[in-house]
């Protein structure tokens, strides 16, 4: 059976009523998943959804569950959260686990290699941007579904939980020994922040290219949750900041507004106040982070067989 | 940065003789191509300068080791000392590289004991060595995709 037809019998068995899959088409990006666009048709009424699957030997479940979840815990709250529809952890018949998601149509993702990408936007973009980081960081933990399944650290443990996680990361996936991410992890345990001033969800890899933009100001989805977890918010506003995600030499986030422009947005919407030498600490941690994803990146490429060159590229 | 230059081409002859599921066509497909482009291009900036890239770096490594390995003593000392008498005399790549594991993981013990004795003097000659390295190992992503 083709990839369609076990998706079709999946969801007519689910639901109780024959379903239809047509169209269905990998889409690029998301080199963790296997992501996939399609139809979903019953009685004549076409609903476009996508289809997030794991990669084969996959080994990270709980972010599977996390990433839902998350989505989920941000539904009708103004921050552009997908519809998350069904989570299949068993895999079923798709053999590997997947969920699936209600598909925003109309928006198109900034390539990272684009100069301008926002273009005469770029304003309303970074209002928006910024804006809805703050506002996740707003949002109070209590009954949110993603408390189901991560775990909430004390405010003086966030910074040490995730330092500890991506420095193991790369303890456990290096292939060539990298003095420089070993001086600045050393660097961030010598002199670590104060206490998150709130412990709220992360989406962790909040930047520009993770959302879909509708060409005219408005932002219509946030993307790739996967890495999403609670702890200290400098973290995502550090990681959304880094110049790893800015054209050179522009002078503006992501080609969005200045950095006091972001702070300010961002300030707003969340209703904190920045302290500089802890979003010092974050914007360095972003690096070791980065550092780490690639680093994972590499292995996952050699373990695979190289043969998802997106992998290759990330790791190089 | 970590993989090898044959292991990146080792990689694309993967990629292209792999064939694609009939979902993975179009779009998908032609970013793969993409992506397999770039990798090309920077597979050849990294032809271009790989190995007197990893020459430089164990060269200078161990002109800092024999540096340091006067001042510091003991177990790290005597690793320093004959890391810094070490010659190079196969200049493939895995032989290249191999050295320089070995290399950048003495660096790394002797940063950590710069720090621990707050040698000041070591450290900022170890700080400017790394952005030497970063420099000289950088890849420049080609404006080929994208606007």
């Known amino acids: 059976m083709t990839l369609a037809e076990r998706l079709a019998a999946y969801l007519t068995r689910t639901s109780g009523e024959p379903i239809a899959v047509e169209n269905l088409a990998r889409i690029s990006g998301g080199a963790s998943r296997e992501t996939y666009r399609f139809d979903a048709v019953t009685g004549g009424a076409r609903q476009g959804r996508i289809l997030r699957r794991d ?53 198109a993702a900034a390539s990272p290699f684009d100069p301008d990408p926002y273009g005469v936007h770029a ?63 050393r660097r961030l345990k010598r002199d670590p922040p104060p206490p998150s001033a709130r412990v709220a969800v992360i989406h962790g890899d909040y930047r520009s290219g993770n959302f879909l933009h509708d060409g005219a100001g408005a932002i219509l989805a946030v993307l790739d949750w996967e890495m999403a977890h609670l702890g200290d918010p400098l973290e995502d506003l550090a990681w959304a900041m880094d110049p790893l995600w800015s054209p050179p030499g522009g002078g503006r986030i992501s080609g969005m507004v200045t950095r006091d422009e972001a702070l300010t947005i961002w300030g707003r919407a969340s209703g904190m106040a920045i302290d500089p030498a802890a979003l010092a600490w974050w914007s360095l941690f972003a690096s070791v982070k980065a550092q780490a994803i690639w680093t994972s990146s590499a292995k996952a490429w050699r373990d695979g067989g190289f043969t998802e060159p997106i992998l290759a590229l990330s790791g190089w | 940065m970590t993989p090898s230059l044959p292991d990146i081409l080792i990689g694309q002859c993967a990629a292209l003789a792999m064939p694609l599921p009939p979902e993975a066509g179009g779009d998908y497909a032609a970013g793969r191509l993409g992506i397999l482009i770039m990798l090309a291009a920077l597979a050849a900036q990294e032809a271009e300068r790989g190995v007197a890239a990893r020459v430089w770096e164990n060269q200078a490594l161990r002109a800092l080791f024999a540096k340091a390995a006067q001042t510091y003593d003991g177990e790290l000392g005597g690793r320093l000392a004959a890391a810094g008498a070490g010659v190079a005399d196969d200049l493939s790549w895995s032989a290249l590289d191999g050295a320089n594991a070995d290399l950048r993981r003495l660096l790394i013990a002797l940063h950590e004991a710069a720090e621990d004795r707050r040698d000041q003097a070591l450290d900022r000659e170890i700080l400017a060595f790394y952005r030497r390295m970063a420099h000289e190992r950088r890849l420049e992503l080609p404006t080929m995709m994208g606007g």
């Open chain 1, 123 to 185: 304003d309303a973009i970074g209002e928006r941007f910024f804006g809805i980081l703050g506002t996740i960081a707003a949002q109070p933990l209590d009954g949110l579904p993603i408390l189901e399944a991560a775990a909430r650290p004390a405010p003086e443990d966030c910074w040490r939980r995730e330092l500890d996680y991506w420095s193991g990361v790369i303890e456990a996936d290096e292939q060539h020994p990298q003095p420089i991410v070993r001086a600045a992890i």
């Open chain 1, 55 to 107: 990669p084969p030997g996959s080994l990270i479940e709980t972010d599977r569950r996390l990433e839902f979840l998350a989505i989920r815990s941000f539904a009708g709250k103004g921050v552009a959260a997908p519809e998350a529809l069904v989570l299949e952890e068993e895999g079923a018949e798709l053999e590997r686990p997947f969920f699936i998601m209600g598909r925003v149509e109309g928006g």
